[in-house]
């Protein structure tokens, strides 16, 4: 219950330069005896993340069933969350693009961009991919490795973090200015068991696009940020790979503000693996600073993530509004004490 009052009390108190954030036992405190007005610093309190809201857009997702590009659903699918940062974002970008897949299909992708004070020269990008898996390849029914799966934590979480927060941004406007990239064509990777040649870059494909082609020409960011497999209920975030080496200090700043809101449990100051993700591109290609929040798990029967990855077994039932609340919380928190 501690724990849950403290997030209602998140003040950022931006003095003289640094940023503070009260711990849960300073909150009531501070206010007895407290010395002349005039000496207050400007406090910015940050916004309670809705951690049910963002329940309810995962779950908007996977109802559409698998977001697989080239279907109905990934097309259904692409005009809902279109419609959905509509509502909140200042503007909104389609960017469509055709990309080869490992297996020579000509996938349509489109990405979605949402943008909040596009005036703004400094500004801060969040990301993850909306598309899902077409292929179960790590579900240990080998029956099944060629089914599409749900990606309810591997695609959709991250998603529905996302639009929980342009929600939050809507109603509280922040310092900075702020784009979410919602990455199409991000899941259509070679399969583990394909035979054909090994095909290196196959992932990421919208990211990829987007890294050559940004929506506007010559777009920069301060850092980005990117959620991937953020709703599991036993979320385990590592000090990814990539993420260090090419932007260890955002690791830094968004790993500390998650251990001050008292989220250690699930950000692990440890270092994980190197994930070849969305992020890889945007670091490589744009050369933008952007860290990967992604569930890493060397215990899993797949080696790597969370337990149900890339099998059908990645459904709404695996996704628990406290990881989506520990992750938003967290991003909300850096997009405030940013100025
Ligand atoms: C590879 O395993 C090469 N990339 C993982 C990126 C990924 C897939 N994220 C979610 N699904
Ligand atoms: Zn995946």
Redesign the pocket.
């Known amino acids: 219950m501690m724990k849950y009052r403290c997030l209602f009390q998140i003040i950022l108190v931006l003095a003289a330069g640094a940023v503070l954030i009260p711990s849960c036992k300073s909150g009531r405190e501070g206010e007895r005896g407290k010395p002349s007005v005039k000496e207050e610093p400007a406090a910015i309190e940050v916004p309670h993340f809705d951690a049910d809201s963002a329940f309810e857009y995962v779950s908007r997702q996977v109802a559409f069933g698998p977001r697989v590009p080239n279907t109905p659903e990934h097309h259904a699918c692409a005009e809902y969350l279109f419609g959905k940062l509509s509502e909140w974002c200042d503007t909104v970008i389609r960017q469509p693009f055709r990309a080869r897949a490992f297996d020579g299909t000509v996938l349509n992708g489109v990405n979605i961009i949402g943008i909040f004070l596009p005036e703004h020269r400094t500004r801060v990008m969040l990301s993850a991919?909306w598309d899902s898996?077409p292929f179960a390849d790590y579900d240990p029914d080998p029956e099944m490795h060629r089914t599409p799966i749900d990606g309810a934590n591997?695609g959709a979480s991250g998603v529905g973090v996302l639009l929980e927060v342009a929600r939050q941004l809507s109603l509280q406007r922040p310092a900075i200015g702020v784009d979410l990239i919602l990455f199409d064509a991000?899941?259509y990777?070679q399969p583990q068991d394909d035979q054909g040649r090994d095909h290196t870059d196959t992932?990421?494909l919208g990211s990829q696009h987007w890294s050559r082609n940004p929506h506007h020409p010559g777009y920069r960011a301060r850092f980005g940020i990117l959620l991937?497999?953020v709703g599991a209920a036993d979320a385990r975030f590592y000090m990814e790979g990539f993420s260090m080496m090419y932007a260890s200090g955002v690791v830094n700043k968004v790993w500390t503000l998650a251990a001050r809101l008292g989220f250690s449990e699930y950000f692990l100051f440890e270092e994980g693996g190197y994930?070849?993700?969305d992020h890889y591109y945007v670091n490589t290609i744009r050369e933008i600073p952007t860290i990967d929040i992604?569930h890493q798990d060397k215990n899993s029967a797949n080696g790597?993530?969370f337990e149900h990855?890339?099998t059908i077994r990645d459904r709404l039932d695996v996704i628990s509004p406290r990881t989506l609340q520990v992750v938003g919380q967290t991003v909300l928190a850096v997009i405030y004490q940013e100025h």
């Open positions: 991919h898996r591997d991000e899941d990777g992932w990421a991937d497999m994930v070849t993700d992604i790597s993530f990855w890339h």
